[in-house]
């Protein structure tokens, strides 16, 4: 059972569902509680405290759902973990926890968890197996399908979720053991455009800020992005600012956190590109700008200055749908503003021209001087738990470490740190999500293995990524349930011990490092996803490639190894034992970071917050950072007589997540938000169609439809209207198309038509 506080319990179901989410309710519960928990005498602090007089001990181990990151405190009994509350001393939450974080232990316990191997035989049913079985006809039907269509016929869809050690592990196994040379993660439909867009711009995907920055603000500005309901504690840290800062909410919604701005640019939906670049003409019209920073560390602003010519406000207002006034008032904060923060989420991420908005954020910080001290700079908020984990490590879009498969020198690195063959390290990094399901379509895919993730669910356009899982050979789903959408497709599904079942680590939002801890044993005999990639390289006959992968700890020690010199940097760590005393370490850290702390009166360790880019100096062989424009493209599939209205989709509320694989399964969240699916209408359409408040529509587009309950609020302008993302039925709808630079899907707009059921 995991710890409830009791005056949670006590809630009605709308109650608890409002308390979550308003900001000022949320602040009221946690807020406050927290500074009286920290200055709360005889605090343990982090790491595991033994207690000689009885069998009771806690420890701190980070948060597996979202990218917060937060320190939980689970409490053990016989070294099982019985409960768990918000770490007091973790320097990211501060004592506070979302209810997700507060239910992490019970969604544990669910019967449908996947405790054997299962084999679908030639009736369609499924039978449980030995894992000998299992992973000998894993390893002999993988091996068939490269020997009857050749190697790449094979491919792997990794996850956010797991721990980095896993995912150095899996990506290290499939490409460089078993010959796979396509592979990518589900965090292509989260993070793939603020990684694009990091690297053009900076010279390195890197993040740049540390959550201090949401207290040292006097300026925040978030762009497609709700983090009072996507990151509550982050927003907590918000809340805590001491300045009274000015919040600007760039969002088509009047969403939880637009509710508390001082302005809220309510554009239509896809314009935020055109918006920002009228925001950045007037921070140069009116002399906003730093030119001394844009002069010693940036490239290209005569082009910038140039290309927003075109976007002038009076232009653009008709396009976004926002007032003069209201760009101009949004200007004078920006400029007048001393430290102004920009923070941006999925809302820009998962867009066909993603790349290019995130790009015009950062070109704002920039030319603002607003990065590289507190409370500034161009601020990606990551989604998953370990998304950040999947950028440096899954050897998807990058050589394991940071390293690039073109690049001649990397490989040889690499092959030499992992004494391989460089021969066995592809040339190019594969295909990305979207390719590998249209070489399924095309049959040059005839193999697949999902690891923790669910296509099935929230692949865009779902009726057709459905067929596609259909249409393979063979489909391999690793994963601790096996009721997901995707596994019902499998044909062999692999039981995996999920958070709090296993070691190793996860990084967060600020690039923290974190330690995930094993304090409940899996159940039956699901395995830690580590010891399944073991087990698989054993069977396939390269375990000896792996020998000294032999627990995840040593794998880190190997991973500290292969990005040293890069801007991510971990070689300073020294191992768990300093990521669980400090409660997480930040990259960079190398070496010579660690050496330059050891000065009298030092403990060694780290800083607990610290910021990129204070020397103005980029990852770019120059020094410099880029500023980067390009052409307004129109969105594929705009409303038109037959489709009239646009459908957004996003975060429903606080105690959802992603295909509610885990949060479904337990009952205390399930009443924090509607069990049916739900679109939100302006009342004027609800009233064109007829329907109220509570009553039943049909959702349709060119691709399929949905039924929901139509929740009428003037949240949502005439002419759209809001799905979210959690609900099975959602993913029916949405369009397939994509970023083309980071070939992320765009999954926030398309035309649907509304009718009564």
């Known amino acids: 059972m995991s710890t409830v506080p009791p005056e949670f319990k006590s809630l009605t179901a709308n109650d608890q569902k409002r308390r979550f989410q308003l900001p000022q309710l949320l602040h009221a519960r946690t807020g406050e509680m927290t500074r009286e928990l920290l200055l709360k005498p ?37 070294d099982e973990a019985i409960g768990l509350t918000p770490e007091t001393g973790y320097p990211v939450n501060l004592g506070m926890a979302c209810p997700k974080g507060w239910e992490a232990l019970r969604v544990l316990d669910s019967d449908d968890r996947a405790t054997s191997p299962m084999v679908r035989d030639a009736d369609g049913k499924f039978n449980k197996v030995s894992w000998d079985a299992a992973l000998t006809s894993f390893c002999d039907r993988f091996k068939e399908i490269q020997s009857t269509y050749g190697p790449d016929s094979v491919a792997f869809l990794s996850t956010g979720q797991i721990a980095s050690e896993e995912m150095a592990f899996l990506g290290a196994l499939a490409k460089f053991g078993m010959g796979f040379r396509h592979g990518d993660g589900n965090t292509r439909q989260c993070m793939a455009t603020a990684v694009t867009a990091y690297k053009e711009s900076f010279g390195y995907d890197a993040p740049p800020y540390t959550y201090d920055d949401f207290e040292q603000s006097d300026v925040l500005v978030f762009v497609g992005s709700n983090p009072c309901i996507a990151h509550p504690i982050m927003w907590e ?51 906003y700008v730093d030119h001394g920073f844009v002069d010693a560390h940036t490239n290209g602003f005569e082009q910038l200055a140039q290309h927003v010519q075109a976007f002038a406000p009076d232009v653009v207002s008709s396009i ?55 409370g500034t700079g161009a601020n990606s908020i990551t989604g998953q738990c370990n998304a950040m984990g999947s950028r440096l490590w899954s050897n998807t879009t990058n050589l394991i470490g940071h390293h690039d498969f073109g690049s001649a020198d990397d490989r040889a690195k690499v092959a030499a740190e992992l004494d391989i063959p460089v021969e066995n390290i592809p040339t190019d990094t594969g295909w990305s999500y979207d390719r590998i399901m249209e070489g399924v379509r095309s049959g040059k895919i005839k193999g697949l293995w999902v690891i923790a993730t669910n296509p099935a669910h929230s692949w865009i356009h779902q009726d057709d990524a459905r067929a596609l899982l259909d249409q393979l050979d063979f489909l391999v789903v690793q994963d601790m349930y096996d009721s997901t959408d995707t596994a019902r497709h499998a044909d062999m599904i692999l039981p995996a011990a999920g958070w709090g079942e296993k070691d190793g680590t996860f990084i967060n939002s600020e690039r923290r490092y974190g330690l995930l801890k094993k304090v409940r044993k899996a159940p039956g005999e699901a395995l ?152 939100e209408l302006h009342p004027e359409d609800a009233a064109r169609i007829g329907v109220s408040n509570g009553e039943r529509v049909t959702v349709q587009s060119r691709r399929g439809e949905a039924t929901a309950a139509a929740m009428v609020v003037p949240t949502v302008r005439p002419g759209q209207a809001f799905m979210p993302m959690h609900y099975e039925s959602t993913n029916r709808l949405t369009l397939a198309h994509f970023d083309p630079h980071s070939r992320q899907p765009s999954y926030k707009d398309c035309a649907v038509k509304i009718l009564k059921a």
Request: glycine residues 10%; neutral net charge.
């Open 237 to 287: 840290r918000v809340l805590r600012n001491p300045n009274d800062p000015a919040i600007i909410v760039v969002d088509p919604r009047r969403t939880e956190t637009a509710m508390a701005a001082k302005e809220h640019l309510q554009l239509s939906p896809k314009s935020d590109l055109a918006l920002l670049y009228a925001i950045t003409h007037e921070v140069i019209q009116r002399g």
């Open 42 to 78: 005889g605090d343990h602090g982090l790491g595991m405290t033994p207690d000689p007089m009885r069998a009771d001990t806690t420890t701190t181990a980070v948060c597996g759902y979202c990218s917060t990151g937060c320190g939980l405190r689970l409490h053990l009994r016989d």
């Open 528 to 679: 830690a996803d580590f010891r399944i990639f073991q087990a698989i390289a054993h069977y396939w006959g390269v375990g000896d490639q792996f020998r000294d992968w032999t627990d995840p700890e040593a794998v880190f020690r190997i991973m500290q190894r292969l990005n040293r010199g890069k801007w991510s940097d971990i070689s300073g760590i020294d191992g768990y034992a300093q990521l669980d005393r400090c409660g997480g370490i930040q990259w960079p850290w190398s070496q010579a970071s660690a050496q330059a702390s050891h000065g009298e009166g030092s403990s060694g360790d780290p800083a607990p917050q610290r910021r990129l880019f204070e020397d103005g100096n980029f990852a770019h062989p120059d020094g410099r950072a880029r500023l980067i424009v390009d052409d307004v493209t129109p969105p594929p599939e705009p409303p038109c007589a037959d489709y009239p209205t646009w459908l957004l989709t996003g975060r429903g509320t606080v105690s959802q997540w992603h295909t509610q694989t885990r949060t479904s399964k337990s009952p205390v969240l399930r009443k924090l938000y509607p069990n049916q699916p739900y679109v």
């Open 320 to 374: 976004a749908g926002v007032s003069v006034d209201q760009i101009h008032s949004v200007v004078d904060l920006i400029g007048q503003g001393k430290a102004v923060s920009f923070w941006w989420t999925m809302g820009v991420n998962q867009s066909y021209e993603g790349t290019r908005v995130a790009q015009a954020i950062i070109n704002l910080s920039l030319i603002t001087g607003n990065i590289g001290r507190p």
